[in-house]
C-alpha cells in the first residue's frame, strides 16, 4: 500500500511545483505522509460537495486542480466554508493535494486535455512556450481533422465537454472555415496576443471578459469560444488519474483513482429577459 508520501512524489514528479506561478498555492495542504493510500478522488475544487463525495466513496486523499487556500489566511476555524472543509479533511482522515499552474504547463497538462476533449488531433505544441522547456507552457494549439465551420466546432466543443449552465459563447462568423485551434484550460485573456500572433482560426478557453473580447475581435480576431472555466479544466482529471495509476502500477503499487463528476461550477442556472416579463 503506497503511502501519501509515495503519492505525493509521484504527482510533484509530474507536475513539479517549481513551475506554479510564484503567487500560486500547490502541493500538500493537509494529510499525514505516513498515512495509507488506497482510494483517490480527482476533482476540479476543493468544496463541500466534492469532500462530501470523497467520504461517500471512502477516499483517502483528493487531488483538486484549485487551491483551497490560495491567498493565505491566518485561521482554519469552521466559522468559513474553508474551515469547515479542513475540519471535515482532518477529522475523516482525508488528505488534500493541489496542482495548479504547475499542471497548467505540464507536458502533458491541463490544455492537453482540453484540446483532445474537443476533438484536436496530431501533435499539440504550447501557445506560449515556457522559456526553459519548449514542450512545456501555457495553452496548445492543434488542428482538427478536417475543417469546419465555425458554428459546428463550437457545438463538437460543446459536446466535448461537460455541460453547464452557462454552455459556450462564440464570438465570429458561424460560417468561417476553422482547422488551426488554440485552446487554453482556465482564464485565457492574457493569452488572447499570442492567440493572435499564432495564427489560429478559434481560441477557446474560459473567463473572457467584454472589453478584452470585444477590442479582439474589432481587431481581427481569430474567432473565440469561450466556456466554463470548471469545464475547461474537468478533462484533466481524467489524465492525471490514469498518468497516476499507470506510474504505480509500472512499480507495482495499485491505487483506486476516481473522477468527480460533481459539477462546481458556480453558475448553476440562466434567465432571459422575457423569463421576467
Not at 72 to 80: C, F, L
Not at 183 to 212: E, K, N, Y
Amino acid at each position: 500500500m503506497p503511502t501519501l508520501a509515495d503519492i505525493v512524489r509521484e504527482l510533484e514528479s509530474r507536475y513539479d511545483p517549481r513551475w506554479a506561478e510564484s503567487w500560486d498555492a500547490v502541493g500538500l495542504v493537509c494529510g499525514d505522509p505516513s498515512a495509507e493510500i488506497r482510494k483517490i478522488l480527482f476533482a476540479v475544487d476543493p468544496v463541500a460537495a466534492v469532500v462530501d463525495e470523497a467520504l461517500d466513496w471512502g477516499a483517502d486523499l483528493i487531488v483538486t486542480h484549485h487551491p483551497l487556500y490560495l491567498r493565505g489566511t491566518t485561521s482554519v476555524a469552521a466559522t468559513t466554508f474553508k474551515g469547515r472543509v479542513v475540519h471535515m479533511l482532518i477529522k475523516n482522515d482525508v488528505a488534500l493535494f493541489t496542482a495548479h499552474t504547475n499542471a497548467d504547463v505540464a507536458d502533458p497538462g491541463v490544455s492537453d486535455a482540453l484540446a483532445r476533449a474537443v476533438g484536436l488531433t496530431g501533435p499539440l505544441v504550447p501557445l506560449q512556450p515556457a522559456a526553459d522547456a519548449p514542450r512545456r507552457g501555457l495553452g496548445r494549439i492543434g488542428s482538427l481533422p478536417a475543417p469546419v465551420p465555425l458554428a459546428e466546432f463550437a457545438r463538437r466543443a460543446a459536446s466535448g465537454l461537460p455541460a453547464t449552465a452557462g454552455g459556450l459563447r462564440v464570438a465570429g462568423d458561424p460560417d468561417r472555415p476553422v482547422h488551426r485551434v488554440a485552446v487554453s484550460g482556465g482564464s485565457g485573456d492574457s493569452l488572447l496576443g499570442a492567440a493572435r500572433a499564432a495564427g489560429v482560426d478559434v481560441f477557446l478557453t474560459a473567463d473572457l471578459r467584454h472589453h478584452p473580447a470585444s477590442e479582439f475581435m474589432e481587431g481581427g480576431g481569430p474567432a473565440l469560444v469561450d466556456a466554463a472555466h470548471w469545464a475547461t479544466e474537468w478533462p484533466w482529471l481524467a489524465d492525471a488519474a490514469r498518468l497516476l495509476a499507470s506510474a504505480l502500477a509500472a512499480g507495482g503499487i495499485t491505487v483506486e483513482t476516481r473522477v468527480s463528476e460533481t459539477v462546481t461550477d458556480a453558475w448553476n442556472t440562466t434567465a432571459k429577459c422575457e423569463d421576467f416579463t
